[in-house]
């Protein structure tokens, strides 16, 4: 018998993020990392805490906040969320500020020496005043403290200096005025690089290049000397609650309070040198509450710069690079898409080159065969080839319907730009559907004759995330799948029409029950003496729904083997022993983003890619597909994908409820990491199908 609901823990969705973000810390940690990539981690660490306390902490203040009787254990409940993600942060924050100083020294041993304005030389000095002058003077305006009530009109994508300058009464008393103003990191960047000297090259952050000129910034005022700190502060991003929350009340909650909480500060982060009279005044403009976060840190803030640290020409710095791989039998003359009506076709960006993906849409674009063709898009990129080729796909008469997410997080002023260039077009534009955001990756093309089109995508056809998420593209003609491709672009445009799906798993009509009967099949199949085994390479999983019935799999005797990049409900520090589930969380150079789902099927596996997470969101709220793979060859792709996820070792983090992100083991070990083991692979793979297409000849 199954255990009892109660005894299977559930992990807090927002604790198991700080653990998967404490794995990005440990990435940069790693001495076999190179420096300038374990920057990166730093800058991406720091960035993906900015963004968890813009939207998810504010959420749970909003809703810890509410003093109604009804939803009064809810608010309770998100109150001690944000104590303990406070306390969680609070310890993070000083092995942060220790990865730092131990990455700065390991630059300085290879003679790159970040230094601050008392450790310039008069040299130096010089350099900085002469490079003020040219590049920062203007830019600069301080705010005198006494002047302002609030920081109202500072956003939070900024850094700042707090000032406490010094002047003399006639008398000879010492009077101090107080001021801030932010720095021109838009305008010159973070950092300067200085003269080399002696074979060595020297960095300075904007903040000190300042700290040296403040005499010039505050030119005419007579004060004979300063001290400078910098902070900064995070605002609520006035976005809804994520609508994975346990119930729909919350969304009342939600809305209500907003108004109360919009764009307000909810985490300020300081020097902690800072005097504490300086401190009052800044603080006192930003009117933080109880339950907000105030972190004394260290001297610079806004480590997310250190993403767009400088180069310095020294490959041994960075990773080895891994050109995209072009596919010879996606680039062969020819047509694309007469090649995909053959047989299905498989991308794995970016070991594989996107442009193949660009180029089913230019052929789909130019074909006098296509005469339609329809996509969502969730993110573009800024100069996105994916669009011009669908302008010109109208241009040249297609019927053309394009479906714009505009409530991608963060994207919204980008896609609201390219949906009206699109219309211009001539372009049908359908923004999403009330209440379900669009986040499925599905591309049909319809043709005059002949068998149409589908491409099924695990992430976003974005040619920049092309680049740096690992996500699978598959393109086929297998007609009862592109047949309901297109019916999920009839569901987008009436979302309340009764339209069945057969093939593909589609949120929010059936999928989680889908998923459900996939489980339930192991499981009866484990009774029942056939083979039953669940593995899955996902970014999340916390849905309570799914998280309980993969306890109840595992304890039926199921094995389940999961890699999970982020958050992750599940607990298996303490199952029994004779319980197999086993979850490895992967960091590396590129993002893990592909959703690959295998299972065994008593014998005739079933594997499925798709766009979907097991969150609420993703399963309730969102519009979301899951497509099964039939091809035999890209069905062992798919799971060669998984395989060598759960393989890593290298890279591979054991995710077990505990945050404790041990090194992941394993039976069968990979000798390098997953990422580098696949496009080993590919590239092995690719120079084997060049040699049999030459000796064709």
């Keep these: 018998m199954g255990k009892k609901k109660e005894s299977r823990p559930y992990l807090e969705r927002d604790v198991s993020w700080m653990y998967f973000n404490r794995r990005v810390l440990q990435e ?72 730092v100083r131990q990455v700065n020294s390991a630059l300085a041993d290879s003679n790159i020496h970040i230094i601050s304005d008392v450790e310039a030389d008069e040299e130096q000095k010089q350099f900085i005043r002469d490079y003020y002058q040219d590049k920062i003077d203007g830019f600069i305006v301080p705010i005198w403290l006494s002047a302002v009530r609030h920081l109202d009109y500072e956003t939070d994508e900024k850094i700042y200096l707090a000032v406490k300058a010094c002047r003399q009464t006639e008398s000879g008393k010492n009077v101090f005025d107080y001021a801030y103003f932010s720095l021109p990191v838009r305008n010159c960047g973070r950092f300067v690089r200085l003269p080399d000297k002696n074979g060595s090259a020297y960095i300075m952050y904007i903040d000190d290049v300042v700290r040296c000129c403040l005499p010039k910034v505050f ?34 909650i939600a809305k209500a309070l907003k108004t109360r909480r919009k764009g307000e500060p909810l985490r300020f982060i300081y020097d902690e040198e800072m005097p504490d009279d300086l401190v009052r005044r800044v603080l006192g403009k930003l009117d933080l509450g109880d339950r907000d976060t105030v972190i004394r840190g260290g001297r610079y803030q806004n480590h997310k710069d250190l993403m767009r640290f400088p180069s ?34 498989f991308l794995h960006v970016p070991y594989h080159s996107f442009d193949s993906f660009i180029r089913v849409l230019h052929e789909a674009a130019t074909s006098r065969n296509v005469k339609s063709i329809k996509i969502t898009l969730y993110r573009l990129a800024k100069e996105s080839k994916v669009v011009r080729a ?44 009330e209440g379900l955001k669009v986040h499925s990756k599905v591309l049909h093309i319809g043709t005059k004759r002949g068998s149409d089109i589908a491409c099924i995508s695990t992430g976003n056809f974005h040619e920049g995330n092309a680049k740096a998420y690992t996500d699978c593209i598959l393109m086929t003609s297998c007609a009862r799948i592109v047949d309901e491709v297109g019916k999920v672009f009839d569901f987008i445009e009436k979302p309340y029409a009764q339209i069945r799906f057969k093939e593909l798993l589609v949120s929010p009509n059936d999928m989680k029950s889908h998923f459900i009967s996939l489980i339930n099949t192991e499981i009866r199949n484990k009774k029942n003496g056939k083979p039953a085994y669940i593995k899955i390479k996902i970014n999340h999983i916390t849905d309570p729904v799914m998280v309980d019935k993969l306890y109840e799999a595992v304890y039926a005797g199921v094995e389940v083997d999961l890699s999970v990049r982020g958050n992750c409900s599940l607990v298996t520090d303490k199952l029994p022993e004779n319980c197999h589930m086993r979850i490895n969380g992967i960091i590396d150079r590129y993002l893990e983003h592909s959703r690959i789902f295998v299972f065994a099927a008593g014998g005739a596996e079933k594997v499925y890619l798709g766009s979907a997470d097991w969150m609420p969101r993703n399963l309730d709220n ?76």
Excluded at 647 to 664: E, I, S
Aim: charged residues 30%; hydrophobic residues 40%.
């Design 28 to 99: 940069a940690c790693k001495d076999s990392v190179p420096l300038l990539e374990r920057l990166n981690f730093l800058g991406i660490y720091s960035n993906n805490l900015d963004e968890f306390f813009r939207v998810r902490v504010a959420s749970q203040n909003r809703i810890a906040e509410w003093d109604g009787k009804a939803g009064l254990k809810e608010a309770r409940h998100a109150a001690d969320v944000v104590k303990q993600l406070n306390r969680i942060n609070n310890r993070y924050v000083r092995d942060f500020e220790l990865a």
């Design 219 to 252: 030119e005419g005022n007579c004060f004979t000397s300063f001290s400078a700190f910098t902070f900064k502060f995070t605002r609520d991003a006035e976005m809804e609650i994520d609508n994975d929350q346990r119930a729909g009340f919350l969304q009342k």
């Design 312 to 345: 310095f020409g020294d490959s041994s710095l960075r990773y080895p690079p891994l050109p995209p791989i072009r596919r010879s039998s996606m680039e062969a003359p020819g047509s694309l898409l007469e090649r995909i009506v053959r047989q299905d076709r």
């Design 390 to 433: 669908l302008i010109a796909a109208a241009r040249n008469g297609k019927k053309v319907t394009v479906v714009i997410e505009l409530l991608a997080r963060f994207d919204e002023e980008s896609n609201i730009q390219w949906s009206q260039k699109l219309e211009d077009a001539g372009v049908k534009v359908i923004f999403g559907v």
């Design 622 to 697: 969102r519009i979301e597909v899951v497509t099964p793979v039939y091809d035999p060859a890209i069905k062992q792709e798919m799971k060669r994908i998984v395989e060598y996820a759960l393989r890593d070792v290298r890279q591979g983090r054991v995710v077990d409820g505990t945050g404790r992100n041990l090194p992941w083991t394993c039976d069968d070990p990979l000798d390098t990491g997953s990422q580098e083991a696949l496009y080993s692979y590919y590239k092995g793979l690719e120079e084997k199908e060049c040699m049999y297409d030459v000796s064709m000849f």
